[in-house]
């Protein structure tokens, strides 16, 4: 019997067993009900296809199918990454030729950090666990706050989403991508510096939250807001590791389709990491794209008005985007500003589409606003949809009205082109080697000197971000109900299996041992650093 049929049977007899349990509380039933009862059942045998089930019965079974499916696929994915970490100990012990003695100590050293690992994953996290400093930034679905962790006073960013909005949006798809992404790029090789690091995510009944880094230098949309433009270097240097920052995503086997300067962070050095993979999509599946979707509505709408067109002259379209830009951000459809043609047509896409946004965001940083800004998004995906037709005019502007280098332009262009003809699409080392990065020591690009370097007060110093009002007092977190208490509907489904903790930083939250010293203890910076030391990772991981 398949598990289906088992849980479809298992559903069938609860309800019987209810049933039974209701009418022997009723009085006046007798034999004649015992009859009914053995009755049903022969009917059950031999007409079992066509018994209906209720849509409770069949949506509780459902989410208990995906819940077991989740659990056993989450409990060999802890025991893979368990036998990863014995592996990568044993690799660097040899590496180190330790006596047998040191390496017996280590061994039991880890072995105590697993057990610690198994307790600690039994503690149930909530909003209670985390008290608010202040709102950090909005999104469609969600808000990002500035927590401390009450139990250990450190300091993470929380984003908080709104399970009923991404119902009604039809955004659960894109639920697990961004806590799958954001967990895979956290190994036993560490986290990966150019992704915001995430160290736990859960849910209660009607949001979910992750837990991540907190990167204190704001996002590069409030810095191109601040300085309008930045010089050739500055772009050399951002878009540079952007490059790199994408590069290692790809390499995760993922796209991130939503690259824009809104989700480029810069960490308390000023490095760059990427953040929002709400889009993001593995390779391989090339889903119906969400983007698509939400512009469908502006599909074949080729006549804009008159009154919608974007003003020609450089100041006038910069004041326009500058007034748009915030409000474009918050909104629900965002902006398609940065989005590759191919993404919005649904002609099929690959890793080539975030190279697009890497020449949109060139284009930015050099020119004041992006290519395609328009009075409306109409208009905006208009000019995406027939950039063949519409880019070679703005190119010629922006030349007329900024000192672009012919290297800088070439680069832009190789960048805002048909995805096979497109910088980028035989290997990142295209990009690497185009002369506009001639000079840019790539290997060592996450310790060279930034042009931006955040001034911070202290571990709490929001000054990077906007001031958010707080829409209503925060709403009492919901615990989610034992399963005993709550039925499990299909409004769960697309939500089961979301929580997530990062090996690391659980053993730091609530582990007995400060395990980093016990690994410190024989001059392991290098060689056990890569279990999630950050430092030791910057420079290996480029
Ligand atoms: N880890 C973080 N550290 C500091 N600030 C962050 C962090 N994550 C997000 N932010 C801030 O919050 C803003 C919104 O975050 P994010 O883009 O992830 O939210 P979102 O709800 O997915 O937005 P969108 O609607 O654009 O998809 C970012 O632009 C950034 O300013």
Redesign the pocket.
């Known amino acids: 019997m398949n598990v289906e049929r088992k849980l479809e049977s298992l559903s069938l007899q609860q309800q019987q067993q209810e049933e039974q349990q209701d009418e022997s509380e009723q009085p006046n039933q007798g034999v004649e009900d015992e009859e009914e009862e053995e009755y049903d059942e022969e009917e059950y045998e031999e007409e079992e296809e066509d018994i209906n089930f209720s849509k409770e019965t069949l949506e509780a079974a459902m989410a208990t199918k995906v819940s077991i499916e989740q659990y056993y696929t989450s409990l060999f994915k802890s025991l893979k990454e368990r036998d990863d970490r014995r592996c990568f100990l044993e690799k660097k012990m040899e590496e180190l030729n330790l006596r047998e003695e040191q390496k017996s100590v280590k061994r039991r050293e880890l072995d105590k950090k697993e057990t610690e690992y198994i307790k600690s994953r039994r503690i149930r996290l909530t909003g209670h666990s985390f008290e608010s400093i202040r709102i ?9 706050r ?1 927590v401390k962790m009450k139990k250990n006073n450190k300091f993470f ?1 929380m ?1 908080k ?1 709104d399970k009923s909005k991404m119902i009604e949006k039809h955004q659960t798809i894109h639920v697990r991508s ?1 806590r799958d992404i954001l967990a895979d790029s956290n190994n036993i090789h560490g986290s990966n510096p150019w992704i ?1 690091s995430l160290y736990y995510s859960f849910q209660d009944a009607n949001f979910l939250y992750l837990i ?5 230098g ?2 590069m ?2 810095q191109l807001i601040k300085y309008d433009t930045f010089t050739e270097d500055a772009t050399r240097f951002y878009i540079a590791e952007t490059v790199l920052a994408l590069h290692s995503i790809h390499k995760l086997s993922y796209i991130h389709r ?1 690259i ?1 300067p ?2 480029l ?1 810069i960490d308390q050095k000023g490095h760059i ?1 990427v ?2 993979f ?2 993001c999509t593995g390779l391989q599946t090339n889903r119906v794209p969400t983007l698509a979707e939400i512009y469908k509505k502006y599909e074949g709408d080729n006549n804009i008005r008159e009154e919608d067109q974007t003003p020609q002259s450089r100041s006038a379209r910069f004041d326009s985007w500058k007034r748009q830009r915030r409000v474009l ?2 909104s629900n459809v ?1 902006t398609p500003d940065y989005t590759a043609p191919e993404v919005l047509m649904k002609d099929g896409y690959s890793a080539e589409c975030d190279w697009w946004s890497v020449g949109v965001i060139m284009f930015e940083m050099l020119v004041g606003y992006p290519p395609f800004c328009s009075e409306s998004i109409r208009e905006t995906y208009h000019k995406i949809m027939n950039w063949k037709q519409t880019l070679p005019k703005i190119m010629e502007e922006a030349k007329a009205e900024v000192n672009l280098s012919p290297e800088a332009q070439d680069l832009i262009e190789r960048f805002l082109t048909d995805p096979m003809t497109r910088i980028g699409f035989n290997g990142v080392e295209e990009i690497q080697s185009h002369p506009f990065f001639k000079g840019v020591d790539w290997r060592r690009l996450r310790e060279t000197r930034p042009p931006i370097i955040p001034q911070l007060s202290s571990p709490t110093d929001t000054s990077n ?1 906007d001031h958010y009002e707080e829409e209503q007092q925060p709403e009492p977190m919901q615990p989610v109900q034992s399963k005993s208490r709550r039925k499990i509907t299909s409004f769960d489904i697309p939500f089961i299996g979301y929580t997530y903790r990062n090996f690391d930083a659980m053993r730091d939250a609530f582990g007995s041992v400060n395990s980093r010293d016990a690994f410190g203890s024989i001059n392991s910076r290098e060689a056990f650093g890569s279990i999630n030391n950050r430092d030791s990772l910057q420079g290996a991981n480029m």
């Not at 991540?212 to 204190?216: F, G, Q, S």
Request: proline fraction near 3%; avoid cysteine.
């Open positions: 950090i930034g909005r999104g469609a679905f969600g808000e990002v500035l960013a984003k989403l961004e915001v991540m880094e907190y990167v204190p704001g996002d949309m409030t939503d824009k809104d989700n962070l990491k953040s929002d709400g889009l951000a918050y965002g971000f």
